[in-house]
């Protein structure tokens, strides 16, 4: 190989960019751009963690924009794409804990039958509101969803982090708001 004709590493593989939406590969096999997550490992984790089903994702494309944020689309289309918006952020990825984004845990949350912290009127109005709160949990530690029963069903509210007895409410500020206490 001559001097023109060497490339480097880097140069060879394709790399994250930040301004497009990039469909995940379907396993590590496929995986082209080192560190993004695959299909596999993001249904494992739902599953892993909250016991949500891999079905539940079924006729959803994932995908990824920025280093780490992961969507889910109800449809399918060209890979790269270059739009604002494609789906929902469910989760954010790319770091040592993984966190489920607030609008993954509102719309697929009711699946969830592990790490589900079930809050009553008042604990769900304060977690709601931003506060955070002791709480007796003997489950994992990390993020938990938090839920409240509504109407007579259980309905998540949100992505809380328990550490050391303590629930984080992690309600983005522009969403909190108090409830009313229902006695």
Not at 64 to 89: H, M, T, Y
Not at 122 to 144: K, M, N, T
């Amino acid at each position: 190989m001559s001097d023109t004709e060497e490339t480097t590493e880097s140069e060879e593989r394709p790399t994250n960019d930040g301004q497009r939406f990039d469909r995940l590969p379907e396993t590590s096999e496929d995986r082209v751009v080192a560190g993004r997550p695959t299909r596999e490992e993001v249904l494992a984790w739902w599953e892993n963690r909250y016991g949500i089903p891999p079905e539940t994702w079924d006729g959803h494309t994932f995908w990824e924009k920025g280093a780490g944020k992961i969507w889910a689309f109800a449809d399918d289309v060209v890979s790269p794409s270059d739009v604002e918006g494609l789906g929902l952020r469910i989760l954010r990825a790319r770091q040592e804990h993984w966190k489920p984004s607030t609008n993954a845990v509102q719309r697929f949350g009711g699946a969830a039958t592990e790490n589900v912290v079930e809050l009553d009127a008042e604990r769900a109005a304060r977690f709601v509101a931003g506060e955070d709160q002791e709480i007796e949990w003997d489950g994992d530690w990390g993020y938990l969803i938090a839920a409240h029963e509504l109407v007579g069903e259980r309905e998540p509210i949100g992505v809380g982090l328990f550490l050391h007895g303590e629930l984080r409410s992690t309600v983005p500020k522009g969403r909190q708001e108090d409830l009313p206490t229902v006695e």
